[in-house]
């Protein structure tokens, strides 16, 4: 880095704070009744006296300070710690009190005498004792029924070996898989339904494995294809195809609340979320273990690494972690570290574990044996990791308040060389706000600060907001990630290490007994690690959910996979395998599954294909009355249940059979540029993110999906819930679906799309079109009648298209066509085109602007009549459907 660069950041280092460490737990001397007493009488009255009106949780806490709460002064404001304790000198409650500082002097219109500053200062060289809250007489007691629920729940019993059942139709089965689903049917008197045709069974293959339709050209060689290992090949070429891991990726991203965005009260975008989005896609594919996968999201700052970019992609994992919803809104900051490390502790226990163990925050679980002490065994685990989404709370913050380039990850930086040009603008910058702080402070406590500028506004108020808005701007070039830089969401350790101590009713600031870091107690696991009390915790808690001898995370992963086969999993609730949950519907099947997914070295790939070359996922459609008497919901797998394609599914096979799809992986996300301001849903971002998708032609997995902003495309069908763990999304038939596939500029001109094609095709007759598109859209020939009864809709509409053009008005060329708002969405291909708008500015506040639709507009009668059809078979309940 060059000399001026080096001089720039350093301007830029001593304006934009950096937080020092923090001291987690209790006052060492809490019990103390002499230190106590001590604060009780020359503390506790001086703060409430001189400081609660401004900084306590019944007023504003300016600052982002709380000073009626030990933990609130520890961790202290928008300036860092306002206490360490044992460290006068190192703290800045008395250095604000002791006015040695001329930018900080608190209070500010009365200065405390002399004896009262040494009163505060021995309180914290004493430790900053502060009194017990009392407990509840409930916590710390044991309960009775855990011990009996963790001895006899099927769920946390140990994965033992089950035999391969005997059943009595033996040539039935095709593998061990199937004997498992015989037995239980002919246990209930089931016949099973016949296999599913080969035409069925490669459109459910390929749509399972890939979320892509199979291809005309792919259907008519696995049609021709006789031989015995034709079904294995298909598979194994799926399975390798880069589509899986788009696919397969997608389910996973569903279980990590995957979004580009904080959602909640202050919508803020994760610029660089899009990183971890690959890492899985990338994850799947490549068929990493299943186990390391997992370790990987916990602690992979914390694994070895072979090269710099197995340590990268490490780290980008850990973005598992960060990608949640998050309150940055949250005025005070303990309350929004512990928010943020209950919504971890909720995904890492649903996602893995398949237990809800955040229920146990405020009280102990009310069903499942995880007491509260073993939730705040998980709370010092995080507590003593650095969360890394680039975010900081405040309360009603604006511009670049929020953002924290600081507590992002950083990869890639050490080669990157400053631009003079950029460090010349950050040393300008760093000159006017020292330059406007110096105007703010000789105004204050002056009467001149109260005079009227020029718009009417006190001074004082005029340039205070002048020094937000320079800092803001400082933010913004001084951001490593605006040089050049890369940077990734995730967490690393913290700056400081230790345990947590119990939340009273799960208030962040009643603090109980400290409990020691550890895992939940209702899992016995002979080889767990113990804690490293230098490090979070983080790397033993992963290999505690991968040891070989915890059951429930291969029982969960295989119940996964089978869901995503099956359309349900041998337990429903797949996100909960506590007590409220479901129980398995073949148990040893799930243990069976759960074995085989750890012996073959974690590989979901394997256990995949082991599933789908089963005759069981073989199976028909087809109905049996003696079948749905006893098994209505097909439960015990008499046959394949058909299924609804999901969202992304629809909007993919819509641009496969247009010919639109790009099967290439766009670089990052419409997201990545934003800058980290609120979003507002009439803004201009959400405009900009509008664009980018009805432009984008890519898979859907790619789509920029920032929480509240969803393309329609996908929310329309049910996609994922992006708040919360999602391993099984609803399936709703509503009628804005139907209103969709009518109405939505994407679906019209993919349509319109398809028309264009088979017309261009001079070869075909109408026979042939009907045909060659019923081919491309639900992947099979049309049948007589349906070519009989599309010629003669397409000719009777080619004939209304003639005549109603001969009756419309001439129309000036280049005139748009009005939309309704209704009309205007962003589903996908094509979106509503927007009036042409100056570049946005975020501080102002952007009206609703009248939305004018891109005309869809075809060239002939012919196109429209044909477009219309296509549009009718792509509204189809056979194009939406899989048997």
């Known amino acids: 880095m060059n000399a001026g660069a080096r001089l720039a950041l350093s301007l830029a280092a001593s304006f934009l704070v950096a937080l020092p460490a923090v001291a987690w737990g209790q006052a060492a001397d809490a019990d103390d009744p002499a230190a106590i007493e001590f604060f009780e009488k020359k503390v506790r009255p001086l703060l409430a006296d001189n400081c609660y009106n401004c900084h306590s949780a019944n007023t504003n806490s300016q600052g982002g300070l709380r000073v009626d709460d030990r933990n609130g002064l520890v961790l202290g404001g928008d300036s860092g710690p ?65 011990t009996e629920l963790t001895e006899k729940h099927w769920a946390w019993q140990p994965i033992r070996p089950v035999q391969v059942p005997m059943v009595r139709d033996t040539d039935w089965a095709r593998n061990e898989i199937d004997a498992f689903i015989l037995a239980r049917l002919e246990e209930k008197g089931i016949e099973p339904v016949g296999d599913a045709d080969k035409l069925v069974l490669i459109r459910r293959l390929t749509f399972d494995l890939t979320g892509l339709p199979p291809t005309p050209e792919e259907i008519e060689a696995f049609l021709g294809d006789a031989s015995a290992e034709a079904y294995e090949r298909l598979v194994d070429r799926l399975l390798a195809s880069p589509a899986f891991g788009e696919r397969w990726g997608r389910h996973w991203l569903d279980v990590a609340r995957y979004g580009e965005s904080t959602g909640s009260s202050r919508n803020l975008p994760y610029p660089h979320a899009w990183r971890y989005r690959d890492y899985v896609i990338d994850a799947f594919n490549d068929d990493k273990p299943c186990d390391q996968f997992i370790r990987e999201q916990i602690a992979g700052d914390l694994l070895p690494a072979n090269s710099p970019q197995q340590k990268v992609e490490q780290l980008v994992a850990t973005g598992f972690l960060a990608v949640g919803v998050k309150d940055v809104n949250q005025r005070f900051k303990i309350r929004f570290i512990m928010d943020n490390i209950d919504e971890q502790i909720d995904t890492v226990s649903r996602s893995i574990l398949g237990l809800t163990a955040s229920c146990a925050r405020c009280h102990d679980h009310k069903f499942d044996p995880i007491p509260t002490a073993d939730y705040y065994a998980l709370v010092g685990i995080f507590q003593s990791t650095d969360l890394c989404a680039g975010l900081r709370n405040k309360m009603g913050g604006g511009g670049l308040d929020y953002y924290d380039s600081q507590m992002l990850l950083r990869i890639g930086f050490e080669t990157k060389e400053m631009d003079p040009k950029a460090a010349k603008e950050i040393e300008k910058a760093t000159k006017k706000l020292a330059d406007a702080r110096a105007e703010l402070e000789a105004l204050r406590g002056k009467p001149e600060g109260d005079e009227p500028g020029d718009n009417g506004r006190p001074k004082r108020a005029a340039v205070r907001q002048k020094v937000k808005k320079l800092q803001n701007e400082l933010l913004a070039l001084a951001d490593p990630v605006a040089q050049g830089g890369q940077a990734a969401l995730g967490v690393r350790e913290g700056r400081s290490i230790g345990d947590a ?33 230098r490090q979070s915790g983080r790397l033993e808690l992963a290999h505690w959910l991968t040891s070989a001898h915890n059951p429930l995370t291969p029982r969960v992963m295989a119940n996964r996979v089978w869901q995503h086969l099956f359309g349900a999993g041998l337990v429903k609730s797949v996100d909960n395998f506590g007590v409220t949950g479901d129980v398995p519907s073949h148990p040893e099947l799930l ?144 009628p804005t679906q139907a209103l969709y596939m009518l109405n939505d500029p994407f679906v019209r001109q993919q349509s319109l799309a398809i028309a264009d094609r088979l017309l261009a095709r001079s070869d075909l007759d109408d026979a042939a079109r009907v045909d060659w598109v019923y081919r491309r859209t639900v992947g099979r020939a049309a049948t007589p009648k349906e070519i009989a009864r599309a010629k003669e809709y397409v000719a009777a509409y080619a004939a209304v298209a003639v005549e109603l053009a001969a009756q419309a008005p001439p129309q000036v060329a280049g005139e748009p066509v009005a939309a309704t708002a209704d009309n205007g969405n962003d589903g996908g291909g094509a979106a509503p085109r927007k009036k042409p708008a100056p570049p946005p500015n975020p501080d102002d506040v952007v009206e609703d602007e009248p939305v004018v639709e891109e005309t869809i507009q075809p060239t002939n009668p012919a196109a429209a009549a044909w477009a219309s059809f296509c549009q009718a078979v792509l509204g189809s309940a056979e194009f939406r459907y899989l048997k």
């Open 591 to 734: 243990d069976y599954l759960a074995t085989r997914l750890v012996r073959d070295g974690w590989s979901v790939k394997k256990l995949i294909r082991a599933i789908v070359v089963s005759r069981a996922y073989r199976l028909s459609s087809a109905e049996s009355a003696a079948a749905v008497a006893v098994d209505p919901d097909a439960r015990l797998v008499w046959r394949h249940n058909p299924r609804r394609l999901d969202a992304e599914e629809i909007r993919d096979a819509a641009l496969s059979a247009s010919g639109r799809l790009d099967r290439a992986r766009p670089e990052g996300s419409a997201a990545k540029d934003l800058k980290v301001v609120e979003l507002r849903n009439n803004g201009p971002e959400a405009r900009q993110l509008s664009a980018a998708v009805g432009a984008s032609t890519h898979r859907s997995v790619y789509l920029p999906l920032v929480r509240g902003l969803t393309p329609t495309a996908l929310e329309v069908f049910d996609f994922a819930e992006q708040g919360m763990v999602t391993g099984s999304r609803s399936v709703t038939t509503v």
């Open 82 to 146: 306002a206490v360490v304790p044992g460290k006068p000198d190192e703290s800045l409650l008395i250095r604000a009190v002791s006015y040695s500082d001329a930018d900080l002097k608190m209070p500010p219109k009365k200065q405390l005498s002399a004896e009262q500053v040494a009163d505060l200062t021995r309180w914290i060289q004493d430790g900053a004792v502060w009194p017990k809250v009392r407990l509840p007489e409930a916590i710390g007691t044991s309960n009775p029924e855990y």
């Open 501 to 533: 101590e119990i939340r009273i009713r799960g208030e962040a600031e009643k603090v109980g007994p400290v409990v020691p870091r550890g895992f939940l107690s209702l899992l016995h696991i002979p080889d767990a690690p113990s804690v490293n009390p």
